[in-house]
């Protein structure tokens, strides 16, 4: 299975505000994880041209804000588009045992990976062969993006927010692709979408200092076209172990296809 998306609780080890984001942390731990069980493989993940893993910002299930007491548990998600890298992942935590972990200088301890769908809406499994197979063409389908989400437009000069359905769709081909087996890359579409419904604003995050401005909320797309109606379900399902734009290592593009 080449498609893993992870749950990560923690256990918060004092009490105090948690950090505004911690996503360019828990990618660095993630690296530091996967490094303990083949440095090689973590080596492979951080450099090369399209990251093979996607994570989310640190969560909590609590309403009053990001405060928290020693004991209260958070939580994020890594997903995993290259069956290599969860052997050497499963070693690395398996040698960390329970060292404390620091995110943003924030202390915690790891207490339960959930792996197994079912434990927690957050988590799944598949693969390639499976989402190509099963796709069927959809009229519509609507997307919740839950953290801050942007895309590079001219070379990367420039930043666009709005989800364009072009965008969209042409980001998350390009990350099939990338890591897909042969006979199941997609060609190159000419994307015929349009979007009718949306509700959506603006968020600011800071990644290492610098301000990135990103698009949260739901959007609905509309395909006029049945063959792209299915390979845009095809590649829905996969944006839920992938995220979708920019940064998606670093806790921004995360998406649940709601329709």
């Known amino acids: ?119 927690n809406s957050w988590v799944g499994l598949s693969d390639y062969d499976f989402l190509a197979k099963m796709a069927q063409p959809v009229e519509s389908l609507q997307f919740r993006l839950v953290s801050p989400t942007s895309f590079k437009m001219h070379d990367g000069q420039d930043i666009q927010p709005f989800p364009l359905p072009a965008l969209v769709f042409g980001n998350l081909q390009r990350r099939w692709n990338a890591f897909a087996p042969e006979h199941l890359k997609i060609p190159k579409v000419e994307w015929q979408v349009l979007v009718s419904d949306f509700d959506l604003k603006t968020r600011r995050i800071y990644i290492d200092k610098v301000a990135e401005i990103g698009t949260v909320g739901r959007v609905r797309y509309v395909f006029p076209d049945a063959e792209q109606g299915r390979l845009a379900n095809q590649l829905a399902h996969f944006a839920f172990f992938a995220g979708v734009g920019r940064k998606t290592a670093l806790g921004m593009g995360q998406v649940i296809l709601e329709s």
Not at 52 to 59: E, F, R
Not at 60 to 81: A, E, N, P, Q
Not at 86 to 107: K, V
């Open 1 to 119: 299975t080449a498609l893993h998306a992870i749950v990560f609780e923690l256990l918060a080890t004092e009490k105090g505000e948690l950090p505004a984001y911690c996503g360019r942390a828990i990618h660095a731990q993630v690296l530091r994880w996967i490094y303990l069980g083949n440095p090689q493989v973590a080596q492979a993940v951080h450099d090369g041209p399209e990251s093979p893993i996607s994570v989310s910002d640190l969560l909590t299930k609590k309403r009053d804000g990001r405060v928290v007491r020693s004991g209260d548990v958070c939580f994020f998600r890594l997903g995993i588009l290259d069956a290599d890298i969860l052997e050497p992942l499963m070693l690395g935590l398996e040698r960390w045992e329970r060292q404390i972990l620091h995110l943003s200088n924030f202390p915690f301890i790891l207490s339960q990976v959930c792996m197994l769908p079912g434990s």
